[in-house]
């Protein structure tokens, strides 16, 4: 918005969608265009593939002017102790060996379907008290509840913002929400190459751990390279997704082969493979991917989604190598900060990567069930500890959110026709 500030009526008109495909410009304009974790594309290739227990829906609220937010939802079922405590997820896994669905809820979720450790609200300015006060912004989640109810879900979550944006919630929607932290985000920022670059800015020790580790990776016959899709590879790609799956102490979405096929489509260059191979039997065998998102011109990376094949996996050093490459080639594309995601902290903390809150906003239509939430929320949603690693001698600098040209397409990129 250009000018003197225009006064926008506090009275909103919400309507309801049930494609992305329905809300055109209203997305950018709600969202921006740079964040491809926020981008009308990516969630189009979610709505495509068709994801298991999946139903999104997307909220528009309109005012005298044009569209003043664009929340989108999703109903899902999960597991109530996804997140939680080890002790209790034990106890739930065996009392499920006889009732499977024991503490197993659908929620209605204000964000994406995808682990993206961000919020997916785009409410224009939200900051601003003078545009959402209370009583108007208010009048968005009262609708949203509505909608949840309508669909028979009593359990609505406000998934991972961050602090900002959490406070504001809080504040402004009063009692209808109590807040929590979620599993924490990580982000590593990269040092600039008149700097040295990230191995030049490593102590050390890190940078031994680092040549020792790539070491092992080359002695097992492990070679990288870095791919603009998937095309060949759809099958193995989800093969080792899934493996991850299996190991992993907390699961959030489960994915199928579309989505990878839906992102090479939707996202083009704004996406990109790292591939590990190794040499078996006279070919090379696909052992561990990495699935990069990149934004157009916020400087950030995201590596979102891994896949290993865990019978290489703990002999050859394979997650922290897979990592190194996409510390590459992000500096080699000129980024100047990645976003890791959640879980597996110990490993982000050796590369040098900082911890980030976030929270979910909690409510209940029942306020009985409301009251139990919160009683057990120390169980339910525990705060995990990340832990720190001094592993720059060269302190990172803040990243900048300055508008930087679109990357150039790797020189190492090789699409598999």
């Known amino acids: 918005m250009s000018g003197s500030l225009r006064i926008h009526s506090p009275v909103l008109t919400f309507q309801w969608h049930r494609s992305v495909a329905e809300i055109g410009e209203a997305w950018d304009d709600c969202f921006g265009r740079e964040a491809i974790l926020r981008s009308h594309a990516l969630h189009q290739a979610v709505e495509n593939a068709r994801l298991d ?97 309508a669909l028979g879900i009593g359990f609505m979550v406000i998934k991972e913002p961050g602090k900002a944006t959490a406070d504001i919630l809080r504040a402004r929607l009063g009692p209808r929400f109590f807040f929590v932290e979620s599993l924490p985000a990580t982000i590593l ?29 080359a002695e097992n016959g492990i070679t990288w390279r870095v791919a603009a899709n998937s095309s060949g590879h759809e099958a ?30 939707m996202l083009g260059e704004d996406a990109f493979y790292v591939l590990g191979t190794q040499p ?65 902290y110990e490993i982000k903390a050796e590369l040098g990567a900082s911890r980030v809150p976030l929270y979910l906003g909690i409510h209940h239509r029942n306020p009985l069930m409301q009251r139990l939430l919160w009683l057990l929320r120390s169980s339910l949603f525990p705060v995990v500890a990340v832990p720190e690693r001094e592993v720059f001698s060269i302190p990172p600098p803040p990243a900048k959110n300055a508008r930087r040209a679109k990357p150039k397409p790797s020189e190492t990129e090789n699409a598999v026709k």
Not at 73 to 98: D, N, T, Y
Not at 242 to 260: G, K, P, S, T
Request: aromatic share 12%; hydrophobic share 40%.
């Open 280 to 344: 078996v039997e006279g070919t090379d065998r696909l052992v561990a991917f990495e699935l990069v998102m990149c934004d157009r011109d916020r400087g950030t990376i995201h590596p979102i989604f891994s896949g290993f094949d865990y019978s290489h996996k703990r002999d050859t050093d394979i997650y922290f190598n897979l990592f190194y490459q996409v510390i590459e080639e992000a500096e080699r594309r000129g980024f100047s900060r990645i976003h890791l995601g959640q879980t597996s």
């Open 236 to 265: 193995t790609i989800y093969r080792l997704y899934q493996q991850v799956l299996d190991q992993a102490d907390f699961v959030f979405e489960r994915l199928n082969q579309d989505f990878f096929r839906e992102v090479d489509r």
């Open 53 to 149: 227990h999946v139903e999104t829906y997307y909220l528009t609220g309109r005012d005298s002017h044009d569209v003043a937010c664009v929340v989108p939802c999703f109903a899902f079922k999960v597991s109530l102790v996804a997140v939680a405590s080890p002790w209790l997820q034990r106890i739930v896994g065996r009392i499920r060996k006889v009732i499977p669905d024991f503490l197993t809820i659908r929620l209605f979720v204000v964000g994406s379907a995808l682990s993206t450790g961000d919020d997916l609200l785009g409410i224009k300015n939200l900051a601003d008290e003078r545009l959402w006060s209370a009583k108007r912004l208010t009048t968005v989640f009262d609708e949203i509840r509505r909608q949840a109810k």
């Open 189 to 217: 920022k990269l040092p600039t190459k008149e700097r040295g670059g990230y191995l030049a800015a490593i102590n050390t020790r890190y940078r031994n751990k680092l040549k020792k580790r790539k070491a092992i990776c």
